[in-house]
């Protein structure tokens, strides 16, 4: 169990430099992790508009292009792992293309991991009218008036699944709609062994979440 890691991170919004995460490396091998933030309200809107007219177009497809770029680094043997909400609402989809841009770079094959399960358009779609199970939940209005309007929804994932494929092996780790600073916790926790149920480590997990804002967005 190491006391220290190094996480950096490349990205705080989807258009933020692509060649930042390969610069980054190429600064700083030694890197235990390495976090990059996609998702935002607006692009999860965008990212839907794109997924009706293609159901694989759902995911920042620029993202591939980071991956392409960091294939030398994996392939000389650099071991920071890479984890990115950059799934989109095609988080499978993403991890294919980047496996295949992997290895058409030549690069040997490495385990990627997904998290899914934040994207709950079809539950509300499919909820019966009049249940008010997901009235707006400071007005009281009930869902039902806007259902038909609905673009994309999403529940904010926190970081448990991350540290399942990281502790899976994964080296990079591609999720949809997480909460920002889960990209970070996921690292402590997995690094340290902390137990997030356990009061003995709920103040670790509170360091780690500060971190993790000011390491996502804390430049802009």
């Given at each position: 169990?190491?006391?220290?890691?190094?996480?950096?991170?490349?990205?705080?919004?989807?258009?933020?430099?692509?060649?930042?995460?390969?610069e980054?490396?190429?600064q700083?091998?030694?890197?235990?992790?390495?976090?990059?933030?996609?998702?935002?309200?607006?692009?999860?809107?965008?990212l839907?508009?794109?997924?009706?007219?293609?159901?694989?177009?759902?995911?920042?497809?620029?993202?591939?292009?980071?991956?392409?770029?960091?294939?030398?680094?994996?392939a000389?043997?650099?071991?920071?792992?890479?984890?990115?909400?950059?799934?989109?609402?095609?988080?499978?989809?993403?991890?294919?293309?980047?496996?295949?841009?992997?290895?058409?770079?030549?690069?040997?094959?490495?385990?990627?991991?997904?998290?899914?399960?934040?994207?709950?358009?079809?539950?509300?779609?499919?909820?019966?009218?009049?249940?008010?199970?997901?009235?707006?939940?400071?007005?009281?209005?009930?869902?039902?008036?806007?259902?038909?309007?609905?673009?994309?929804?999403?529940?904010?994932?926190?970081?448990?699944?991350?540290?399942?494929?990281?502790?899976?092996?994964?080296?990079?780790?591609?999720?949809g709609?997480?909460?920002?600073?889960?990209?970070?916790?996921?690292?402590?926790?997995?690094?340290?062994?902390?137990?997030?149920?356990?009061?003995?480590?709920?103040?670790?997990?509170?360091?780690?979440?500060?971190?993790?804002?000011?390491?996502?967005?804390?430049?802009?």
């Amino acid at each position: 169990m190491k006391n220290v890691i190094r996480i950096g991170n490349a990205q705080a919004f989807w258009g933020d430099r692509p060649s930042a995460a390969r610069e980054l490396l190429e600064q700083e091998p030694g890197l235990d992790f390495l976090t990059m933030d996609y998702l935002a309200e607006v692009s999860m809107s965008i990212l839907a508009v794109a997924r009706e007219r293609d159901p694989a177009a759902g995911y920042p497809r620029d993202f591939v292009d980071v991956i392409r770029q960091l294939a030398d680094y994996w392939a000389a043997g650099g071991r920071c792992r890479l984890i990115a909400n950059a799934g989109g609402l095609a988080p499978a989809a993403c991890a294919a293309a980047c496996a295949a841009a992997l290895e058409s770079a030549g690069c040997p094959p490495l385990t990627i991991g997904i998290v899914s399960g934040d994207d709950c358009l079809a539950i509300l779609r499919s909820e019966p009218a009049g249940s008010g199970r997901f009235a707006h939940l400071e007005s009281a209005a009930p869902l039902d008036p806007v259902r038909d309007r609905l673009v994309t929804a999403n529940a904010y994932l926190g970081s448990a699944g991350i540290v399942q494929a990281l502790a899976a092996g994964a080296t990079i780790v591609i999720t949809g709609r997480v909460a920002d600073p889960s990209l970070v916790v996921a690292a402590c926790i997995h690094a340290f062994g902390w137990n997030p149920a356990s009061p003995a480590d709920r103040g670790k997990v509170a360091g780690a979440t500060v971190a993790g804002h000011l390491l996502e967005c804390g430049t802009q």
